[in-house]
């Protein structure tokens, strides 16, 4: 889809690109196994490690991240499941990726929010074994 290929073009490192989609998922109030089961396997041939998809897919603890994984996801904990971004994670974001690439992130969440909103109000299904999210309470 085209925000994924603009992200692309702002992020050159294929791994970068996508732990960033990763984290889209990690804080959505609304979990799409359709866009995850994608995404999930794009990130690993992309050479995300596999202990990130993993923290990311479970909601784990920042602590298995490298560095750089931590600046990412946190961003996309905050802004979807505490609804604002503190400032050490917005100067984080920014320091690493510049200005105009954190506010594609944004975008980008409320990108993959609507598509996993529309996603799932036609039932739309991953394909049989597929990777999906563990169910959260």
């Known amino acids: 889809n085209v925000f994924f290929l603009v992200f692309c073009f702002f992020f050159n490192d ?7 989609t ?11 196994d359709y866009v995850w089961s994608g995404h999930s396997q794009a990130a690993l041939k992309a ?3 596999p202990e990130a998809v993993d923290i990311v897919a479970n909601f784990g603890s920042l602590d298995g991240l490298t560095e750089n994984e931590v600046v990412i996801v946190r961003f996309g904990r905050e802004v979807v499941g505490d609804h604002k ?3 050490e994670a917005f ?3 920014v320091n690493q990726f510049g200005e105009a690439n954190t506010i594609v992130l944004g975008a980008l ?7 996993s909103c529309t996603l799932i109000s036609t039932d739309t299904q991953p394909a049989e074994g597929a ?5 959260r309470p």
């Open 109 to 115: 969440i409320g990108h993959y929010t609507m598509m």
């Open 131 to 135: 990777p999906v999210l563990p169910k």
């Open 14 to 20: 294929p791994a970068t690109t996508v732990i960033y």
């Open 91 to 93: 100067d984080a974001a």
């Open 22 to 32: 990763l984290s889209l998922h990690d804080g959505l109030p609304i979990y799409c």
């Open 85 to 87: 971004l503190s400032q």
């Open 47 to 49: 050479g995300v490690r």
